[in-house]
């Protein structure tokens, strides 16, 4: 049997005041329909990554919902765990192929976890690369079957794509992030593109108060000058040698400037500790680099501390997924300089929240810009926070969810007018009417989107999205 996680109870309304309430509202009357429907997740870590964390809050919020929902993880050696980082780099472009014996290790590992899964489910999520073949290898049965893809596959290394490609077929359904993530040949047919968001009453993200100062005190961070901080996984694609680099360029202007690399280690990542000893052979030249890990001490208060007090969050990822640390220091107010890269770009349409860049001299003059200039960074920052407020909290991502669920499970759209309507067709995201929307016609319809920059990409090509 595969091990549960356990998530302990959640109540949706403690959303209330936070999130919109016609979110709330057509949340709690989707859910109402589809009372004591079976739901699993399955992925491939209890903890470490973005993943973990949404289905930390995920899972007890469906149950309070009054649907059965669990959270499973797949088992496997160092050995399954470096082969399947392969292919999640392999998936994001990487030219690394799999050999014959990665493929073998990956099938056998795979192969035994779907024995393990035994009971009956009506809708199984599998989240990402690692736990992908199971339907194919232990039967669909009568569950339907989801693959969620959290990586940016829509340019992915070819041999690595067709190994991985022959068991996709027999998903019932699979959801991206963004629209351009899918690849061309994708061989599921229904196809949603659902961003993620953040948990707002998690212990990342609740607000610390006057314990914030402390928490960065005790691991001995001294705010005695401007901070720098960039969260994330030690991984080369999150450029944390680039967001180096920067900090020194802006410290010849700030000479008291500090940076924090918060990285988390995860069962799934091996490559990490490759990162990992490169960071610290860097940060062992300057004692204003603090290097810190979820392995010694720094857990989701401390994260949550780090990106309160930090004067400009950096997240100069190359390729990346969605990047929620973004939304996370925007909620706090916090403004951000990052890549644009996967759902950075949405996450701060419209200018909201702080700069994009695209190389290191780029990321080293929007820090200084925002270390220079505090008033503007302050309004970036609160605009930041708005647009997360509006389309980056939890409620909105199980109304897309629950909704995808219910065209499954029923096959036929609930509420297809509401939904339609307020629904973003470029990002797919649910459009709260208390928002500042954007509104475009087609065809004599009307169309609703989160951001300019959705509608002006509707506006350019309407029949994409249609």
Same mark, same amino acid.
């Given at each position: 049997?595969?091990?549960?996680?356990?998530?302990?109870?959640?109540?949706?309304?403690?959303?209330?005041?936070?999130?919109?309430?016609?979110?709330?509202?057509?949340?709690?009357?989707?859910?109402?329909?589809?009372?004591?429907?079976?739901?699993?997740?399955?992925?491939?870590?209890?903890?470490?990554?973005?993943?973990?964390?949404?289905?930390?809050?995920?899972?007890?919020?469906?149950?309070?919902?009054?649907?059965?929902?669990?959270?499973?993880?797949?088992?496997?050696?160092?050995?399954?765990?470096?082969?399947?980082?392969?292919?999640?780099?392999?998936?994001?472009?990487?030219?690394?192929?799999?050999?014959?014996?990665?493929?073998?290790?990956?099938?056998?590992?795979?192969?035994?976890?779907?024995?393990?899964?035994?009971?009956?489910?009506?809708?199984?999520?599998?989240?990402?690369? =690692?736990?992908?073949?199971?339907?194919?290898?232990?039967?669909?049965?009568?569950?339907?079957?989801?693959?969620?893809?959290?990586?940016?596959?829509?340019?992915?290394?070819?041999?690595?794509?067709?190994?991985?490609?022959?068991?996709?077929?027999?998903?019932?359904?699979?959801?991206?992030?963004?629209?351009?993530?899918?690849?061309?040949?994708?061989?599921?047919?229904?196809?949603?593109?659902?961003?993620?968001?953040?948990?707002?009453?998690?212990?990342?993200?609740?607000?610390?108060?006057?314990?914030?100062?402390?928490?960065?005190?005790?691991?001995?961070?001294?705010?005695?000058?401007?901070?720098?901080?960039? @969260?994330?996984?030690?991984?080369?694609?999150?450029?944390?040698?680039?967001?180096?680099?920067?900090?020194?360029?802006?410290?010849?202007?700030?000479?008291?400037?500090?940076?924090?690399?918060?990285?988390?280690?995860?069962?799934?990542?091996?490559?990490?500790?490759?990162?990992?000893?490169?960071?610290?052979?860097?940060?062992?030249?300057?004692?204003?680099?603090?290097?810190?890990?979820?392995?010694?001490?720094?857990?989701?208060?401390?994260?949550?501390?780090?990106?309160?007090?930090?004067?400009?969050?950096?997240?100069?990822?190359?390729?990346?997924?969605?990047?929620?640390?973004?939304?996370?220091?925007?909620?706090?107010?916090?403004?951000?300089?990052?890549?644009?890269?996967?759902?950075?770009?949405? =996450?701060?349409?419209?200018?909201?929240?702080?700069?994009? @860049?695209?190389?290191?001299?780029?990321?080293?003059?929007?820090?200084?810009?925002?270390?220079?200039?505090?008033?503007?960074?302050?309004?970036?920052?609160?605009?930041?926070?708005?647009?997360?407020?509006?389309?980056?909290?939890?409620?909105?991502?199980?109304?897309?969810?629950?909704?995808?669920?219910?065209?499954?499970?029923?096959?036929?759209?609930?509420?297809?007018?509401?939904?339609?309507?307020?629904?973003?067709?470029?990002?797919?995201?649910?459009?709260?009417?208390?928002?500042?929307?954007?509104?475009?016609?087609?065809?004599?319809?009307?169309?609703?989107?989160?951001?300019?920059?959705?509608?002006?990409?509707?506006?350019?090509?309407?029949?994409?999205?249609?």
């Amino acid at each position: 049997m595969l091990q549960s996680v356990d998530v302990g109870q959640r109540s949706i309304r403690d959303y209330r005041g936070i999130v919109a309430d016609e979110i709330l509202d057509r949340l709690n009357g989707l859910a109402e329909t589809l009372r004591g429907l079976r739901i699993l997740h399955l992925n491939a870590t209890p903890y470490g990554g973005g993943v973990a964390e949404l289905l930390r809050s995920i899972v007890p919020l469906l149950n309070d919902l009054g649907l059965v929902a669990e959270w499973k993880i797949i088992s496997g050696d160092q050995e399954f765990f470096q082969v399947t980082k392969t292919i999640h780099n392999a998936l994001q472009g990487s030219n690394r192929p799999l050999n014959k014996d990665d493929q073998r290790v990956y099938i056998e590992t795979t192969r035994h976890n779907a024995t393990m899964l035994e009971e009956t489910y009506d809708v199984v999520f599998v989240h990402d690369p =690692q736990p992908a073949p199971i339907p194919a290898f232990k039967g669909k049965g009568r569950s339907l079957w989801v693959w969620r893809c959290h990586i940016d596959t829509s340019s992915p290394n070819p041999e690595v794509w067709a190994f991985l490609h022959q068991w996709l077929s027999v998903y019932d359904a699979a959801i991206f992030t963004l629209d351009e993530f899918a690849p061309p040949d994708f061989p599921v047919k229904q196809v949603e593109i659902i961003p993620p968001a953040i948990d707002p009453l998690s212990p990342k993200n609740f607000p610390l108060q006057n314990i914030a100062r402390k928490v960065l005190g005790w691991l001995g961070v001294r705010l005695n000058g401007p901070l720098i901080t960039q @969260v994330s996984r030690f991984d080369p694609w999150k450029d944390p040698l680039g967001v180096i680099e920067a900090y020194r360029i802006v410290r010849r202007h700030v000479p008291n400037l500090q940076l924090a690399m918060v990285g988390s280690m995860a069962l799934d990542d091996p490559e990490g500790w490759e990162v990992y000893h490169k960071i610290r052979r860097e940060g062992e030249k300057d004692p204003s680099i603090h290097i810190f890990t979820n392995l010694t001490g720094v857990g989701n208060i401390e994260v949550n501390a780090f990106q309160s007090l930090s004067d400009v969050v950096v997240q100069k990822s190359i390729r990346e997924g969605f990047g929620l640390v973004v939304s996370e220091a925007l909620w706090k107010e916090t403004p951000v300089v990052a890549g644009q890269a996967g759902g950075i770009p949405l =996450q701060m349409a419209d200018g909201a929240g702080g700069y994009l @860049v695209n190389d290191v001299e780029e990321c080293a003059e929007a820090i200084l810009k925002l270390l220079m200039n505090k008033d503007q960074a302050l309004e970036l920052a609160k605009r930041g926070k708005e647009r997360v407020r509006q389309n980056f909290l939890l409620p909105r991502l199980l109304l897309n969810e629950l909704s995808l669920i219910k065209r499954l499970t029923d096959g036929r759209p609930l509420l297809r007018k509401d939904w339609e309507a307020w629904r973003d067709r470029v990002c797919g995201m649910a459009v709260s009417e208390s928002a500042h929307v954007f509104s475009a016609e087609f065809m004599g319809k009307s169309y609703v989107f989160c951001s300019e920059g959705c509608r002006d990409r509707f506006v350019a090509h309407p029949e994409r999205y249609i």
